[in-house]
């Protein structure tokens, strides 16, 4: 009677499976987390001592709609196929497949997350450095660096822990997928996540801009330099231009108008096209997909950073005879001063507007960190793979600025920049320069600016498609291809100092250290663990202290904590570790008064520099 019945049973389920062939796909595990009225955001409400269920049989992979499990159980054989133990076979190739058109999967290790996220820190900034220690004095551009290298750090492990307390998101594999605006939109709702999914989008953009038009103006140096001719389309007039080096100016005076190699700023170049068609096809990759690029992009980084650091000391020994000036620009002084540390003053007051902002500029990455640990292995250290390169790429900016400013002279009569001077590289392609040097000086951008564009608009990409602004066409137009028609407009290169400067105040400065802050302090709030919650008791002197719904406590358990081993689950970031014997919330809130407080005064300062330089002409 007992095998009846259980046969009986199996044969019942069996009829139900193939009536119902996606029912089983669509049963959710019991987590701590649901969606709210049916809605596909999260709710901020989690209940005690429950815990989602990890593993890649639920967390780790999206739950198909059922939609598509009827379609792929549509055929007469498919349905007779469809048993208790192959229930999953059906939809599992045309899951993942969907899931990895559109983010990536979590498969990049520590080393790579270094080199990613290192990749990342080094900016266009870095080009820029040696003309502000010349106009600012060395003292406070170091100190800025140093303040912002440690505060941006800290704000890019708050962003990571404020997103793991994310009811649901423990894993970093919550689906939705939670990237940096929607991390916003769940802790400040839906009104503050439209204005920073704007701001987000245009600090980086800001940043792939820059980067699109040092880039194109190398690559057109570089096809100048090999074969001796340029041309490029002047859509103003519809009149194709002839390039003219700024070397050669004494015979092409023109050439002193504009800091590229055009007589005119209207045009679209040979070489910003074929970075354009470098770069496109990458946007349209996912973050796993452009490691090798990320690769290729860290060893040029490195070989050739060492060669300018070899070029600087050389130019700085005087002995050396490698370069005599700026010979195209008849408003140095030459015999004003010598090369070395007499160009960098400690402090000049007229200098200081550009300080800060470039300093924020140098370190507006942090909104990116959200996409790479999504992306990254359970067993990755969030702490170890942001600090190790913020290190590394703070060791490296410093050495940049410092001896680029001591190398080569930026500033002319008055204290105004020279023509070129806020691109380094342009500095290390003069024709007195030796040939490695001017080829580092090339290869440099190619392998470290260029590679970094597409992944820009990766990041915009994905938090427009996360956030279900646009589908994927036109997440991808606006993060990948917008910038580069945006960048036509922007070719001329004496704009780029001031243009980097305001974004980095309006924008970056609010966005990459501000709001991460933000969601840090309302994080502890809303989902404290269980030392945190005794802590606000004892505050408190409340023994059982009445809790809204939206501060109920998640464990520690909850927020992905792991003793055993197990590798698919995340430890918990702890940005703010016990040992620092600071309270979280009073960093978080320090570091977001400190940059507010900090762009007012750089604004004042920059004005102050504006003014004084123009009564000075």
Known sequence: MSSQSEASTEESERRINESMPGLQQTRRPVASYGAVNGSSELSPVASRGSTPEFGPTSADRPLPDASQDRDSNSTPAARADNGLTSTTTPTKKPELKRVKSSFGAKSLGFWSSCCLNLNNCMGPAMVLLPLVAQQAGWFTPTLALLVVYVFSTFAGTMLCEAMQRIPGNQNFNAVPRIEFTTAVRHYYGRYAYYVFQVLYTVSLQALNIASMIISAQVVDNFIYKISGHNYALDYANWTIVRACSQFDAATMPQCLEDSNIFPVSTVISLGFIVSMLICL??????????????????????????????????????????????????????????????????????????????????????????????????????????????????????????????????????????????????????????????????????????????????????????????????????????????????????????????????????????????????????????????????????????????ERLIDSEAVGVSDSGDFNVEPRVDAVPLWLRVSPQRLATGISIFFAILSVITIAFYIYGAVALGETD
Not at 297 to 309: A, D, H, K, Q
Not at 540 to 545: A, E, I, R, S, V
Request: hydrophobic content about 45%; proline content about 7%.
């Open 281 to 550: 096809p990458f946007g349209y990759l996912n973050l796993d997909d452009n490691m090798w690029f990320q690769w290729f992009s860290l060893i040029g980084l490195v070989l050739f950073t060492l060669e300018f650091v070899v070029q600087f000391f050389l130019n700085i020994v005087p002995s050396s005879h490698y370069y005599e000036g700026p010979h195209y620009d008849p408003n140095v002084d030459f015999n004003r001063t010598a090369l070395g540390p007499a160009l960098l003053p400690f402090f000049k007051v007229g200098g200081q507007g550009y300080v800060f902002g470039l300093s924020t500029f140098a370190y507006s990455y942090i909104v990116t960190i959200p996409s790479w640990v999504n992306e990254k292995k359970h067993s990755v250290s969030v702490n170890k793979a942001v600090w190790v390169p913020a290190t590394v790429g703070l060791v490296m900016k410093l050495a940049i600025g410092l001896l680029g400013g001591m190398s080569f002279y930026l500033l002319g009569k008055n204290d105004k920049p020279l023509n070129g001077a806020d691109n380094i590289l342009i500095q290390l392609l003069h024709p007195r320069m030796p040939a490695i040097t001017q080829y580092s000086a090339y290869l440099w951008n190619l392998t470290t600016l260029i590679p970094g564009i597409p992944v820009l608009g990766i990041y915009v990409r994905y938090n427009l498609l996360s956030g279900k602004v646009f589908g994927p066409v036109q997440s991808a137009f606006w993060g990948v291809v917008a910038p580069w028609i945006i960048t036509i407009f922007l070719y001329e290169q004496s704009a780029l100092l001031n243009v980097c400067n305001w974004i980095a105040l309006i924008a970056a400065g609010f966005t990459n250290f501000v709001v991460p802050a933000m969601l840090y302090y309302r994080s502890l709030k809303w989902y404290p663990s269980g030392a945190e919650r005794v802590a606000r008791r004892a505050l408190t002197q409340d023994p059982n202290p009445v809790e809204r719904e939206s």
